[in-house]
């Protein structure tokens, strides 16, 4: 039973929104009235959004959205906390609600076209058959923190990179059963219908994403290997709860296991990278030797507890 004061809501839900400004008002004022942070995407093509507040309050909401005919069918993903993990609220209004850059007349309605459903249980007993790929829907340093065992991690910045990266290795994946994941599973709905529309004929998305997998009473996250990254502070958070379960990361200057992203100190680069506490002891949280000398040129002090020259 959860008895954390807050909660963490994840969701997101394709559907046509007629008037995407007047709405985000409307929406604003509920998250404003209910003391919710978080990040909110609003767009013509639907609503993706990751809220906390108190376990009261995003009851409320919940049940605000089940009785709004455009989001009643919306599924949450529900993660206790101690307290708020995002320092505000922002609601906004795009043009997409993740964008993989296509022109319009181009892009994908997951509504019409996205790759069949597999739930944790069917997405793991497929992931163990032979000559299936496994593609992770998410950026590189997503995937840097936390995968699927073999899974196939594109290197790429952005998600609307996918489209080139995809069509370089399409030789590669030819003939072959593709699944695909994400975070929360709204990237894969376009990105397996992207795939799909490319021709392929054997595309897989695992529904509700790595958070539902992690959530799953039977699966319990098995063969995800890390931590799921989250844009918020907590900015990874556990999945596995088998056996299986590891740390894939480790510190860039001592080799030691070590899960926990930092942002390098050098402002020009502020590279997310991993490094233990003894280390940013001792070197500092810097990506190396460049970073740490322009900083310290810069009077910025080797760790944030320390006092900065003038």
């Known amino acids: 039973m959860n008895k954390s004061p807050y909660q963490v809501l994840l969701y997101y839900r394709y559907v046509p929104i007629p008037d995407p400004s007047g709405y985000l008002d409307s929406h604003r004022r509920l998250c404003e009235e209910l003391e919710l942070r978080g990040r909110i995407i609003i767009g013509a093509e639907g609503i993706n959004g990751t809220v906390s507040g108190t376990v009261a309050s995003t009851e409320r909401y919940m049940e605000a959205m089940r009785a709004d005919p455009l989001t009643a069918e919306m599924e949450f993903k529900i993660d206790p906390s101690e307290g708020h993990v995002f320092p505000k609220l922002s609601v906004k209004v795009r043009r997409e609600i993740v964008t993989l850059g296509l022109p319009d007349e181009g892009d994908i309605n997951p509504n019409q076209l996205t790759g069949d459903r597999l739930s944790p249980r069917e997405f793991y007993e497929a992931m163990q058959e032979e000559d299936v790929v496994v593609i992770d829907g998410r950026n590189d340093y997503e995937?840097?923190?936390?995968?699927?065992?073999?899974?196939l991690c594109p290197p790429i910045r952005n998600f609307r990179d996918f489209p080139a990266w995809l069509k370089e290795n399409t030789p590669n994946l030819r003939g072959r059963k593709i699944l695909t994941y994400c975070t929360g599973g709204i990237r894969c709905e376009?990105?397996?219908?992207?795939?799909?529309?490319e021709g392929f004929d054997q595309v897989y998305q695992l529904d509700g994403g790595i958070v539902k997998y992690g959530k799953d009473p039977e699966v319990q996250g098995r063969d995800f290997e890390g931590l799921c990254y989250v844009f918020d502070e907590r900015v990874g958070v556990e999945v596995n709860h088998t056996e299986t379960r590891k740390i894939i990361t480790h510190c860039r200057y001592c080799g030691v296991e070590e899960s926990r992203y930092g942002n390098c100190r050098w402002p020009d680069c502020n590279e997310q990278i991993f490094v233990c506490p003894a280390c940013r002891e001792n070197e500092g949280l810097f990506c190396?030797?460049?970073?740490r000398t322009a900083a310290l040129e810069a009077g910025i002090a080797l760790n944030p507890d320390e006092v900065t020259v003038s």
Not at 143 to 151: I, Q, S, T
Not at 288 to 291: E, V
């Open 190 to 197: 376009k990105l397996s219908g992207y795939i799909r529309k």
């Open 288 to 291: 190396g030797d460049a970073c």
């Open 143 to 151: 995937a840097d923190l936390g995968r699927f065992k073999n899974a």
